[in-house]
């Protein structure tokens, strides 16, 4: 059980996802192609956290540039008609703190997000999938660092 | 002509017109309008320069530019969203920011108001979030004259 108070950082895996000092909309977005049910955060309130961001693995175009600091109180806290937010442990061996941001449409889970298919907001929901990023950008923005 | 020298002629030529009534007030109108169309540009210049910046940055990622599957930005909305800073004004523009999108669409979000607009090939979606209560659509037809009044809406 995630408590309100505690902290979990979301790792930013490339330099363009911050303009100006602005974290991007696109840090939280679910990916379709893995039909990805939540958002990977990780729990800075035990003491692996930052060796468990880093242990995420890499590649050419996926570098660790930093994380943002969010708390869980205010995630759950999100006021927004028909959506809910939570953060739940996702506990494994290779990442003890592992954790996921689920958010809920109407109690069903929101999954993947997005089609990438082609450049067209074509989604029957697309315009609510840009409120709810944009509640996690507002948190985000706050505590935003670079590694 | 250094500036200390400019400085010089300048509070000299006002020493002469300070004699004058008429002289002064001849000045002190064309200073006035000069400062007010100075201000305008330097805003005009601030606001729309910061988004052309941007998309120009933009435009640059390519695929796979958010470390996963991203879209590079699709050339045609860029073209569409041109239209619309060309058909803009300042205060239009302020207060807005733009994003990419993963699937090379472009968003427009407010930065204070939590609103947002996403900008396609040929269709765009909107979003408000008053007080928790969203309200939005999808697939509008894209206008650039579509945009802005939905941008004063919003």
């Not at chain 1, 679910?30 to 958002?39: H, K, Q």
């Not at chain 1, 442990?89 to 298919?117: C, R």
Request: charged share 25%.
């Amino acid at each position: 059980m995630i408590v309100d108070s505690e902290n979990v950082a979301r790792a930013i895996f490339s330099p363009k996802m911050v303009v100006d000092g602005e974290i991007q909309p696109e840090a939280f977005r679910l990916r379709p192609t893995i039909c990805e049910d939540y958002l990977s955060v990780m729990r800075m309130s035990l003491p692996s956290w930052l060796d468990d961001i880093k242990r995420i693995p890499q590649r050419k175009n996926r570098k660790l540039y930093g994380f943002a600091e969010m708390n869980v109180g205010e995630i759950r806290n999100i006021q927004l008609n028909d959506v809910a937010y939570d953060v739940k442990e996702i506990d494994t061996e290779s990442a003890p703190s592992h954790a996921g941001i689920f958010i809920t449409v109407k109690g069903k889970n929101l999954i993947g997000g997005m089609s990438i298919d082609m450049p067209e907001p074509d989604m029957e929901q697309d315009f609510l999938l840009l409120a709810i990023q944009r509640e996690l950008v507002d948190i985000a923005q706050k505590g935003l660092y670079v590694i | 002509m250094t500036a200390i020298e400019l400085n010089a002629q300048l509070l000299r030529e006002i020493s002469y017109i300070a004699d004058n009534e008429n002289y002064l007030q001849k000045t002190l109108d064309f200073i006035t309008k000069l400062t007010k169309s100075e201000k305008t540009s330097i805003v005009r210049g601030q606001v729309y320069m910061e988004m052309l910046e941007r998309l120009s940055d933009y435009q640059e990622y390519e695929k796979g530019w958010d470390g996963d599957d991203a879209l590079p930005l699709s050339s045609i909305v860029v073209k569409n969203f041109k239209k619309v800073l060309q058909k803009s004004t300042d205060s239009d523009l302020q207060g807005w920011t733009i994003y990419p999108a993963a699937n090379g669409t472009l968003l427009l979000q407010h930065k204070e108001r939590k609103s947002g607009i996403n900008i396609g090939t040929q269709g765009y979606s909107y979003y408000i979030n008053q007080n928790g209560k969203i309200e939005g659509e999808n697939h509008l037809r894209f206008t650039p004259k579509a945009i802005l009044e939905t941008m004063k809406r919003i």
